[in-house]
């Protein structure tokens, strides 16, 4: 398959100009790695062509779409009413996850005791069950499409976040929650299942009693759960070949390599 994939790749763009052998894609920090990875691959079937990928959030991968900074955008969300001038190709799916330190003897929290937390009615551990400490919340920073769809679950607004922290992509929160025996995040699935594998201390909390993890994401169980798109205002031959091959069986293992579930599978 793979080998079949590069053959229709190679004969599709051999007809570029070298003007047109670059793609440029911008957005969500949760899509970029698995974005990268794909990327090495597809220049690897297609001598000569070059593909960047930088972060900013899903809100630059939408303006930047629009406005042609980008090639492609990256958004980690399902697109609004007031984008329906773009089109999204999902590429795979992700869930987010609450986060606690992995010292943290709390085993689960219930989506009203979340609420509380974020919104400052709990500030100390022990009034869930925990040791006495003080809580940290850590929240995400405006135009972060894990924050909208953190918000849009519990029905809260950012304005009511009583967060001590405030972050940017996953990385960042994952650092901050690990760093801080205190501390409470969320992040996407994915992020997080791979930092604990490979002995981050933090823990992922389930949701209404169903574990977050990649298999509850893959049955359809996990409460929070979003498609990783990639979004285009207008396609040119190159892109849409990209497209293609990112939505192909070709690089499956590659998102599941990042602890996503492929749109292929």
């Given at each position: 398959m793979?080998?079949?994939?590069?053959?229709?790749?190679?004969?599709?763009?051999?007809?570029?100009?070298?003007?047109?052998?670059?793609?440029?894609l911008?957005?969500s920090?949760?899509?970029?790695?698995?974005?990268?990875?794909?990327?090495?691959?597809?220049?690897s079937?297609?001598?000569?062509?070059?593909?960047d990928v930088?972060t900013?959030g899903?809100?630059?991968?939408?303006?930047?779409?629009?406005?042609?900074?980008?090639?492609?955008?990256?958004?980690?969300?399902?697109?609004?009413?007031?984008?329906?001038?773009?089109?999204?190709?999902?590429?795979?799916?992700?869930?987010?996850?609450?986060i606690?330190?992995?010292?943290?003897?709390?085993?689960?929290?219930?989506?009203?005791?979340?609420?509380?937390?974020?919104?400052?009615?709990?500030?100390?551990?022990?009034?869930?069950?925990?040791?006495?400490r003080?809580?940290?919340?850590?929240?995400?920073?405006?135009?972060?499409?894990?924050l909208?769809l953190?918000?849009?679950?519990?029905?809260l607004?950012?304005?009511?976040?009583?967060?001590?922290?405030?972050?940017?992509?996953?990385?960042?929160?994952?650092k901050?929650?690990?760093?801080n025996?205190?501390a409470?995040?969320y992040?996407s699935?994915?992020a997080?299942?791979y930092?604990?594998?490979v002995?981050?201390?933090?823990?992922?909390?389930?949701?209404?009693?169903?574990?977050?993890n990649m298999q509850?994401?893959?049955?359809?169980?996990?409460?929070?759960?979003?498609p990783?798109?990639?979004?285009?205002?207008?396609?040119?031959?190159?892109?849409?070949?990209?497209i293609?091959?990112?939505?192909?069986?070709?690089?499956?293992?590659?998102?599941k390599a990042q602890?996503?579930?492929p749109?292929?599978?």
């Open positions: 793979k080998l079949t994939l590069s053959f229709i790749c190679l004969m599709c763009l051999s007809g570029l100009t070298q003007a047109d052998n670059r793609l440029n911008t957005g920090s949760t899509v970029a790695p698995v974005v990268m990875e794909i990327a090495k691959r597809f220049e079937v297609n001598p000569g062509v070059r593909v930088q900013g899903s809100t630059r991968g939408v303006v930047d779409s629009r406005t042609g900074m980008a090639d492609i955008g990256m958004v980690s969300r399902a697109l609004k009413t007031n984008e329906s001038d773009l089109t999204a190709h999902t590429i795979a799916r992700d869930g987010v996850s609450i606690v330190h992995g010292s943290n003897d709390i085993m689960e929290l219930s989506e009203a005791e979340i609420i509380a937390i974020y919104i400052g009615k709990i500030t100390n551990w022990s009034e869930v069950g925990g040791e006495d003080r809580i940290t919340v850590v929240n995400k920073a405006d135009g972060r499409a894990t909208e953190f918000l849009a679950h519990f029905s607004k950012n304005s009511q976040i009583k967060a001590q922290a405030v972050i940017g992509d996953n990385q960042q929160g994952i901050t929650v690990s760093g025996p205190g409470i995040g992040v699935i994915g997080a299942e930092e604990q594998s002995g981050t201390s933090i823990k992922l909390l389930p949701m209404n009693g169903v574990a977050a509850t994401l893959a049955n359809g169980e996990f409460p929070i759960s979003r990783l798109n990639l979004v285009t205002k207008s396609l040119t031959p190159l892109s849409q070949q990209f293609e091959f990112a939505q192909s069986p070709a690089v499956a293992d590659l998102i602890y996503f579930v749109a292929s599978r």
